[in-house]
């Protein structure tokens, strides 16, 4: 496309140029890339570079993560090498221009992994992998920026891993965190001073150690000193070099060439020739009961000299600390770390001209000025020209709010708009009296210098501390990196957590423009408005001058922010204050700025001005401004923004801290130090028992996840990471934007022609029949159909030829709309009656014959709530993608998707297609997490492209956006409910009446499943005589909501244990004194009639966990610290669970079948139903074939799932994958071992399947076993109320016990988790490697729900929280500062029948999340008797800041409390 034409005067200084720059060592020019794109479209565009993922598109996940390695320009440190992590989403592609772009598959390959991705790998630091190369990434610019050249210095602390929020940028939802962690944490060298070690010892030391735990695997690799022969290869394996470890697309605009200075650049600059060799073509390696032929080689590889090829390579090396050697701990060793054999930076971009350059086509333009001049021509001539700086505001407008910029300037390049002044340079500190940045200096650099600085400034430098304080909380380390002042300043956001404190401490701007020259603009009257300011169309700021106090004032700022979670969140409330004071302590002068108050960055000015002349220190003073700040905050209830109450205590709450901390820095007397402390973490530990007597040689061994190398490495590959199919186009969906409405006209034209779509799919293009789809019931159209019913269902699909076309058609569709009343809450459902059928009813005792009133009255206490849980957002990393290609021959369709549920997938693209399933090939290698959100809600985006890829005969491709993920595919249910409990005076349950209403959206799914496991889960683990349980399912207008870990479960022991509370409370009994009362005994009957079978450990996991954690001694100790303490209160809290297993009423779904296939090199093929999500099955399954057949974990393979190898499989879920699947991989191992078994007997037990198989081929015998297998004694049916002919619900319970305990803020609502700790019987773990970062993933993933993941719609039906921006998962900062995990010891399990008496793992300890909602429940119970508040507590989940502080009762709530006028709304809805 031709390029807009520019005026002549730019054309005269700009030159159309292609991009210059390096990609992972190698020189890229880059001729007219699309302007539309950012650094990660062109990335993803490269063939060999998938690694780097989308994970949001808004620099809220850190999927995308790169490290751009760039020369510093600052005085200080000027031409040295600095690595930054940015977020390839957002960063501008033309900024990448003179530097080196390193990602994840640049510093190493699973032939030869740099030392973090193989200890992320070895330490367990990946399940699904998704989130994987970002993390490394992050960590890889940690440790790279760790080490000094000048000074040849490495140092890395753990405050540096953990504190300094290195990797606040980053999300995982799958491991809890901690073993990523511990894998950073192998790279401090504190213990060697900081001096890298010069090693040649050590590394022989550390390989003698390497491997030796391994011994599941081939032979020759254990007890020698080389490759241990893992899949995906070893340690030692010899590294595979080779020249380009990328390869980029035959693309003619990109020319990739070696720089000749730059030998070297893109490899370790240290291997030797010698390390480079590949293994002999022809090599055997004898294994331990196998022996593969050519197919199979090991990687292992003598070095000419014999000694080891992988360690000798390196001359110093920074070891990694030894592996302890605790008996019963697997021994870890890794390949050391060598900052000599890192990438360089390329030495050509040393000499690297920078030259102010365009490109672009009529359509968008952008320009890269090196010099402020540049840049005020062009704003002369283009003042709506967009600046961007580090894009973190322009990029979310592009993508979420779709404004087009026809004219970008990129400004981060130019040197006078970056500079700083290093505070070495200050002669005399005491005659600084302002600081200066340049306007587009990157906020990490602005931290840095503000720590350095303020130090040495002391009291005088408050502001400047304050600067840094907002800056450590401020967006994620890849934003900061990246991200400026003046783009912040400019975007003047009503929250932005830098502008209070440039307002309270009286910043001045400098600005420029080509017609009035430098001029300068007082913060003070700067916002106009919500996002307007004073700063004129043509003009740049150029500077942001800070004041400092004249030597001998008394003055303190401070800033504060309160959002919901602590690291890389959008504030709630945001304030800086600064007060000056005369000599007798009286006021002189006083700022207090508030962000989240109002539409723009507000000054109390009214309190300001009855403050001025008053003495500081006195509680008249701080009484009266706290009456001032909630009167000149008059907030409505219904607020933009929401939270009214908790704002407005907000405010007052930080001045109060405000007030305490003057007084404490001045030393004007005596503070609480409560008062004034902010909750802040330590650095984290804990532990796994690691304990495993149950181990074989095989199965219970402590394997890595098979793909973790892979996915550490960029290599592991998700449905839109495949390669580009012939003529494959892409699809977008057409959205509701409605909650409830008519379609009046849906007007597909303005969608259609070039660079838009090609065409569409709605209705009209399936059956009516085949357009109704469901998992239980068919009640949910593909395509809407002349009504909408929530926000996010599909109306069509365009595709086109590139994704962002099609994204683009789909926004251009013109729909008209004729609202309708919507449902959005359960409360309005139930009023208006709105259920799908469901009326499933649970009894017990008095209850099966109708008569509970009997059992009431023989109640001496009786208690009655309504309790409520919100829902929960998946939020896996990889959202669903999907991928179809058809195949017109034989009229078929390979269907690749993001699924746990390749059947139904199956089921439904053939009932779209119309073809038989036999021509359906269902298709999933692994998905970047799916916790039940790919059940279902997956079939849809399948379905609709396989109608898209039948009518044009061309491969559909699909990845959803963030946004369209959260928006369609629903979430957990929330649920509601209304509950009586009847005890004995001494808390002995009696009876329980309850309704129970989920949330399920607009159609089905699986809510009434959902449902069925809610009221089965009621009882949690306590024995009530007397139930009546009825569920319902309300119909709402919200998504449809659908399987979520747990399934209903941790919703309904969320009830049990608000219950159970309830009563603890009303009879002054303590809480586990309760719960102990009524725990399930052995042969006692469950509501749904279950008996409590001779493997019931709860009690015995209570007791044990209770002294092995010393729960009563801390349990006094925290009653104690809260008679102590009025603003901190602590809690601690023990829950136990119990969690069925089996598909509960879906009987039919409790089967699976396997396919395993022994090839005659011995080499074994594993199919079998289930999916890989990151959870491990596949590892899991291979240990278990591995085992049965007698042969080492990597003679198997299981490539992927697929519908043509396994017909009918279940969906991956609740918890059973290795319970149905295993059984069935053990059945078909069973008969391959019968029929190998003269072999056996001829050739020895222990021969290698090699000769067995080749023996048995030539004897032609079937290698070949399908395995099949059906989950015995289950059959539960509903309404059967016959304990003699019921059948059990559930195959077993999976058990277990969390202890929390939390720190509160009780000014603010934040608090800490300080310690967790689990006890799980999981009966004979096949991997606890495996099991404990499922535990440990599922109780993060769990305390999220529980007390910080919070999903709102506004008031008209719209999803409001859809994207990491406005929804909160738990972080790094977020785990339990010690969290320690051990399985049930020395137990048999009786009556346990499955696969290696196994227990599924995956859901179980997810509800135990919630003994943080309870911990905090004390603590604020505390605070609440403190207050003299007498009622009854309800904290329904999630207990977030906001309810916890509202929850306190105090004097400053009191102020700040906003009642709800008549009629008067909230801003947001919550629909549980
Ligand atoms: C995930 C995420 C988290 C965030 N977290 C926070 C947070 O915690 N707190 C917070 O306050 N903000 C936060 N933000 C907002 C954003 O990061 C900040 O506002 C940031 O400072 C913007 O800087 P930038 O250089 O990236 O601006 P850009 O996006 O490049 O530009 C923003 C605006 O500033 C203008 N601009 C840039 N430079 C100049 C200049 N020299 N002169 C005049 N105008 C200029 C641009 O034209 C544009 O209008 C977050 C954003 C994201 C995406
Ligand atoms: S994809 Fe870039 S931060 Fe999420
Ligand atoms: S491993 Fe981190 S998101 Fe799955």
Redesign the pocket.
Known sequence: MATMELHPSITAVFKKKPLEFYLNGTRIELSDPNPQWTLLDFIRSQHGLKGTKLGCG???CGACTVVIQTLDTSQERKGRVRHLAVNAC?FPLVGVVGKNVITVEGIGNSENPHPLQERMAKLHGSQCGFCTPGIVMSLYALIRNSYDPATKTFRLTESDVELEGHLD?NLCRCTGYKPILQAAKTFITEDLKGKIAISGETVHDLQDRECSEISYMSEGAVKTSFSCGRPGGCCRDPPKMTKESTSLSPDSSVKRSRDSSDTGSLEHVSVSESAISTPEEDETVSVSGTTFGKPMKSNEKESPDGSQVEGTKVKAGIDAPPPKIDSGIPQYSFAPYSTNTELIFPPALRKFENIPLYYGNSTHIWLRPVTLEQLLLVKGVYPSA???????????EVRFKNLSFPISVY??DIEA?RQIDDPNNYEDLDTVNEVIFG??LS?TDIEAFCKDLSRKLGQRGSVLEAIRKQLR????RQ?RN??????????A?P?????PVLLACGAFLA?ESKTRGPFGLEMSDFFTGYRTTT?PAD????HIHIPLPELGVTEVTKAYKQSKRKD????IV?AAFRVQLSWDGLISNISLAYGGMAPRTIEAKSTKRKLVGKKWHSSTTLDSAMAYLAHEFDLNFGAPGGMATYRKTLAISLFFRFWHEVISDLKLGEVNQDLITEIHRSISSGSRDDNNPHEQRVVGKQIPHLSALKQNTGEAQYVDDMPPQDRELFGAMVLSSRAHAKLVEVDWSPAIGPGLALGYVDKHSISKEANFWGSIVKDEPFFADGEVFSQGQPIGLVYAETALQAQAAARAVRIVYEDLPAILTIDEAIEAKSFFKHGKILKKGAAIEDKMDKAWEKCERVFEGTTRIGGQEHFYLETNAALIIPNLEDKTFEVWSSTQNTMETQEFVSQVTGVPSHRVNARVKRMGGAFGGKESRSVQLACLLAVAAKKEGRPMRCMLNRDEDMMTTGQRHPIQARWKVGCTSDGKLLALEADVYDNAGFSQDMSGAVMDRCCTHLDNCYEIPNVLIRGHVCKTNTHSNTAFRGFGGPQSMFITETYMTAIAEGLKIPIDELRHRNLYKEGQLTPFLQKIDQDWHVPLLLSQIREETNYDSRLATIQKFNSQHKWRKRGISMIPTKFGLSFATALHLNQAGASVMIYADGSILLHHGGTEMGQGLYTKMVQVAAQELNVPVDAIFTPDSTTYQIANASPTAASSGSDLNGMAIKDACDQLNARLAPFREKFGKDAPMKTLAHAAYLERVNLSANGFWKMPRIGYTWGNYNTETQKPMYYYFTQGVAISEIELDVLTGSHTVLRTDIKMDIGRSINPAIDYGQIEGAFVQGLGLFTMEESLWMQDGRLATTG??TYKIPGFSDIPQEFNVSFLQGVEWGHLRSIQSSKGVGEPPLFLGASVLFALRMAVMSAREDNGVREPLVLDSPATPERLRLAIGDEILKRGTVVQKAGEKGFFVSVA
């Open positions: 808004e620099g809220g957002l940028g967009k600046l961007v700086g580090g894009a973190s505001e322009v990029q979310i400004v981060s708009l306007a587009n906020l909380y401020f967006a994620g934003i990246v991200a400026s002042l003046a783009g912040n300043i400019a975007t956001s929250v932005s957590d830098i502008n600005a700063l003009a740049v700021i150029t890389d969140d959008i504030a945001t990491p921006g």
